[in-house]
């Protein structure tokens, strides 16, 4: 019978008892550490949310009051008739216009905007004030110090709102509120001045509809420091303040349990010191109890350590050889060869995934779920997934960042960037594959694995996040193009082509922010007027030596802004003011000609070519064109056949609308040959006199259709025109439609 053979197990015996007793010690007070720590982080946390929270609530209270000031600048600005007449000295004796019309102006501006408790129109011209529902004398009015004050102002609408104040209401008693004093018209004053008033018991009901009891503390003062909203004492350790760039107030708001927070803080700073000793001690046991059992294994890996650095011939000499040498070697060189195999799959395996990745991107390969999933076990990548999404990070002026960083830093920074995101992606029940496809994008693709998350939605999430981190860390900025969510591998191309075409719109929705495709689709995406109606109008004042092309200029960019472009878009834009200017040179004398072809075209087609925003591309095309404005001007200036021109053309703005002038008037007028006249107007100008005339002419009229109701056969004899007939034919041969056709569609853009 074969008799049981156990070991004894000493040495397992030995490390059992060592390390439970230090176990048993020290992972209680890591967990004290933990605790202590975790309420550090809610602190900080809490710390944190209050900013924000204090930051939002304060722009929700900027916007309203600024919603207020915005909408009465409007309003006078916009000389409606409604509010306008009560001003005009003309109508303050009629009931109608100066007191009902005016009138029923206030009460739906009261009624659009909750907050405004009372308005009131003061009249200079005869010291009246109207409210909505009363007329009375500036002497008698019970708020009539505001007014007062207003008028003996140095200046015209120097403050935004007024400090907290006993005011005016609608009821009698005056009451605390804020005020807004605005001048008509804004530029003097001359007229009076318009008072809105907001009680400080309206402000408050808006914070509380912001806020919840439980969650903050809140206080809200003005300039001064009276109090508008709240009663949040300054003794708490989590208090934030913050000031309004706009009104000037004051908004403090602290924790609900803020002291808590301090009581915790301050005992864990000695629970520290305590687990520090403990922890201190319980390192220096580890560490006498590892060397003592560590000998056995110290003594191999050194006799390892020493074969592995000797050659292979010296081990294998003659008459040094034995079994356990050639053990040894043979165990050297099989880790050697190990190493340097897996070291070089490494290097093979990163440079496969990348290309996989660009291949998948780009469409170039298309791909079934069964093929995918073999290639991405092969690569040791993760391969489950419910929905995919795609997102692209882009550096901002690339140029600017290589100059700033030698190439040592920048692979350093877009190597910090890729780890960034994954590290935002932990916790999120999603994985991250990042690749940088080019020299200023990192391409992420989101791998979601909960049915229950939108992909877009964490994408998004990510995104702000990791804008966030670089607006906080680095000393450049980057901006996200997020595609839509999609759940089959064959159409991740589409999302990455889609987070692309997202990125397009950075020039019109800004750097330095996200954008997702959604939000730039056909049924979303507005734009602005037709933008080529401004082109002619630069060409043509920039051919005819006037300065109107800086308005229109200014218009054309004001359009861009108001509307939703994509960098193709506006690349094609300006491309097309290019040869539309280049076209309008052409016809103009040689000398003026050379100043267009001898580089001035050249810098506009850089600046189209090198633009990052459209405040640069602005600046850049202004520079240009101003310069080329002025050396025309220069140039023109030492003609003396352009002075007369000059002369001409100022003649014919001043007299356009007589029906008898012609080349022949003018040859009277200025005894000058009508043939020198046309021929010079041609050379100088780039366009023949009946034209010329024709389009001043044509300008007026569309002012006229615009702003008044004049009939077309008024608008005929106004402008210089016999007959409606010659009128209709000239204006939509330059314009492209009839006068009537104009005025309709002006009054549906208005």
């Known amino acids: 019978m074969r008799k049981n053979f156990s070991l004894n197990k000493t040495w397992f015996r030995r490390l059992l008892f060592s390390y439970v007793t230090i176990f048993l010690l020290i992972v209680p007070l890591l967990m004290i550490i933990l605790l202590m720590a975790f309420s550090e982080l809610s602190r900080k946390t809490a710390v944190e949310s209050n900013e924000i929270f204090t930051k939002q609530l304060l722009q929700s209270i900027d916007n309203q009051m600024k919603l207020i000031d915005n909408t009465i600048t409007n309003e006078i600005a916009s000389d409606d008739d409604m509010l306008s007449a009560f001003f005009n000295p003309a109508l303050r004796d009629d009931r109608y216009y100066s007191g009902y019309l005016s009138s029923l102006k206030v009460k739906s501006l009261m009624a659009t905007m909750p907050l405004i408790d009372s308005i009131y129109l003061y009249r200079l011209s005869d010291n009246t004030v109207q409210t909505p529902y009363s007329v009375s004398k500036l002497a008698v009015f019970n708020d009539k110090q505001l007014i007062v004050e207003a008028l003996q102002a140095s200046g015209l609408n120097q403050h935004q709102w007024t400090n907290v104040r006993k005011g005016y209401t609608e009821q009698g008693e005056p009451s605390e509120v804020v005020s807004l004093v605005r001048y008509v018209p804004l530029n003097s004053g001359n007229d009076g001045l318009i008072v809105v008033n907001v009680q400080l018991q309206a402000i408050a009901h808006f914070v509380q509809t912001l806020t919840t009891q439980k969650s903050n503390h809140l206080s809200l003062s003005d300039r001064e420091g009276t109090p508008i909203y709240g009663d949040v004492q300054g003794n708490d350790a989590l208090m934030m303040e913050m000031h309004s760039d706009y009104s000037g107030w004051a908004i403090k708001s602290s924790v609900a349990n803020g002291n808590l927070f301090r009581l915790v803080s301050a005992i864990s700073k000695y629970w520290i010191l305590v687990c520090a000793i403990f922890f201190s001690i319980g390192v220096v046991w580890i560490v006498v109890v590892t060397r003592r059992n560590y000998k056995p294994v110290e003594t191999i890996i050194q006799r390892i350590q020493l074969f592995s650095q000797q050659k292979s011939a010296e081990l294998f000499r003659k008459g040094n050889q034995d079994e356990f040498k050639f053990i040894d070697t043979a165990l050297v060189n099989l880790m050697e060869q190990s190493n340097a195999y897996q070291k070089q799959h490494e290097e093979d395996l990163i440079f496969k995934r990348k290309h996989f990745f660009f291949e998948w991107m780009d469409g170039n390969r298309p791909?079934?779920?069964?093929?995918?999933?073999?290639?991405?076990?092969?690569?040791?990548?993760?391969?489950?997934?419910?929905?995919?999404?795609?997102?692209?990070?882009?550096?901002?002026?690339?140029?600017?960042?290589?100059?700033?960083?030698?190439?040592?830093?920048?692979?350093?920074?877009?190597?910090?960037?890729?780890?960034?995101?994954?590290?935002?992606?932990?916790?999120r029940n999603v994985t991250i594959w990042s690749e940088?496809?080019?020299?200023?994008?990192?391409?992420?693709?989101?791998?979601?694995?909960?049915?229950?998350?939108?992909?877009?939605?964490?994408?998004?999430?990510?995104?702000?996040?990791?804008?966030?981190?670089?607006?906080?860390?680095?000393?450049?900025?980057?901006?996200?193009?997020?595609?839509?969510?999609?759940?089959?591998?064959?159409?991740?191309?589409?999302?990455?082509?889609?987070?692309?075409?997202?990125?397009?719109y950075k020039p019109s929705l800004g750097e330095d922010r996200v954008i997702c495709y959604w939000q730039i689709k056909p049924d979303g995406k507005q734009q602005s007027l037709d933008l080529l109606e401004y082109i002619p109008a630069i060409a043509f004042s920039l051919r005819t030596g006037e300065d109107d092309w800086q308005n229109s200029f200014a218009q054309l960019f004001d359009g861009i802004r108001r509307g939703l472009y994509a960098r193709k878009e506006l690349d094609n834009l300006?491309?097309?003011?290019?040869?539309?200017?280049?076209?309008?040179?052409?016809?103009?004398?040689?000398?003026?000609?050379?100043?267009?072809?001898?580089?001035?075209?050249?810098?506009?087609?850089?600046?189209?070519?090198?633009?990052?925003?459209?405040?640069?591309?602005?600046?850049?095309?202004?520079?240009?064109?101003?310069?080329?404005?002025?050396?025309?001007?220069?140039?023109r200036e030492m003609s003396s056949h352009y002075i007369l021109i000059r002369k001409i053309k100022g003649y014919m703005e001043e007299h356009y609308h007589n029906p008898d002038l012609s080349l022949l008037h003018l040859s009277e007028v200025f005894h000058v040959h009508m043939k020198s006249i046309s021929r010079t107007f041609k050379e100088e100008i780039g366009e023949n006199f009946i034209d010329y005339l024709t389009r001043i002419r044509t300008e007026h009229a569309k002012e006229l259709l615009v702003h008044t109701e004049h009939s077309i056969q008024e608008i005929t004899i106004r402008i210089g025109y016999l007959h409606p007939n010659t009128f209709i034919r000239s204006f939509k041969k330059l314009v492209g439609q009839t006068p009537g056709d104009f005025r309709k569609t002006a009054q549906v853009k208005s």
Not at 394 to 405: A, G, P, Q, R
Not at 462 to 470: F, R, T
Not at 587 to 608: C, E, H, M, S
Request: hydrophobic letters at 40%; aromatic letters at 10%; one cysteine or more.
């Open 367 to 427: 791909l079934q779920y069964e093929e995918w999933h073999q290639e991405m076990e092969s690569l040791r990548m993760p391969s489950d997934f419910v929905s995919l999404c795609v997102s692209v990070l882009e550096i901002n002026k690339h140029s600017t960042f290589t100059s700033l960083y030698s190439e040592h830093d920048q692979n350093l920074l877009k190597f910090v960037l890729s780890s960034v995101v994954k590290e935002i992606a932990i916790g």
């Open 436 to 504: 940088w496809t080019s020299k200023d994008q990192l391409t992420i693709l989101h791998q979601v694995h909960s049915p229950e998350i939108e992909p877009e939605q964490i994408a998004s999430d990510m995104a702000n996040d990791m804008m966030q981190w670089v607006q906080t860390y680095l000393d450049f900025n980057i901006t996200m193009g997020i595609g839509s969510g999609v759940d089959r591998i064959e159409l991740v191309h589409y999302a990455y082509a889609e987070a692309l075409e997202a990125l397009e």
């Open 574 to 635: 300006m491309s097309y003011m290019i040869f539309f200017i280049d076209k309008e040179f052409k016809d103009l004398p040689t000398d003026v000609q050379k100043i267009w072809t001898n580089g001035v075209k050249d810098k506009l087609q850089k600046a189209v070519d090198d633009w990052e925003t459209v405040d640069e591309l602005q600046f850049m095309l202004r520079n240009v064109l101003t310069e080329t404005s002025e050396a025309i001007a220069a140039l």
